[in-house]
């Protein structure tokens, strides 16, 4: 989803396409804007919507717009996914060859945050998109390596054999 006052870019991984699924990522993201004080006035989307979804916006008293099909000029959401997916490869791109390619969801909220970091708000341009939603982001609190990293976890020793190995493998 695209806000454009703030000018975010949030995603929610969907296990299918599905009508339910589709409706509990919409509900997962639009909680998310709300409780930061955004809460939608107006939905632009394609024509693909289901009348579950359509509903659920109604209900909540958001102007719905349709947009037509393939027509990207007019939905300004699809050049955010544009930038939301070229993001995301670059990501999977930094991690180390050997990665499960389908662990790519624990990546999410990393992919989130260092793209909104990167675009600058729409209605406050001295801001970032990241800390007009969450406020100041805190680089002491949230370490943000490259993904895909291998690392080694330290097992303490009550966890492991005396000639065991100090750590086992993992990925950041």
């Not at 300004?76 to 499960?100: G, Q, V, W």
Request: glycine residues 4%; proline residues 6%.
């Amino acid at each position: 989803i695209y806000d454009v006052d703030s000018s975010i870019i949030l995603a929610e991984p969907m296990k299918s396409r599905t009508k339910g699924e589709i409706l509990r990522c919409y509900k997962a993201i639009h909680r998310v804007l709300a409780k930061n004080g955004y809460k939608p006035k107006l939905q632009v989307m394609d024509n693909e919507a289901s009348r579950v979804l359509c509903d659920y916006i109604a209900k909540n008293n958001i102007e719905l717009q349709l947009a037509p099909p393939r027509m990207h000029r007019q939905n300004l959401a699809e050049r955010a996914i544009r930038s939301f997916k070229e993001h995301f490869k670059a990501f999977r791109a930094t991690c180390d060859p050997l990665f499960p390619a389908n662990l790519w969801d624990r990546h999410l909220p990393q992919i989130i945050i260092t793209l909104n970091l990167l675009r600058q708000s729409r209605l406050h341009p001295t801001l970032l998109a990241y800390n007009v939603i969450f406020g100041v982001f805190d680089y002491n609190k949230t370490h943000i390596a490259p993904p895909g990293t291998k690392v080694l976890v330290h097992k303490k020793t009550n966890q492991r054999g005396s000639w065991d190995d100090n750590g086992i493998e993992g990925w950041y």
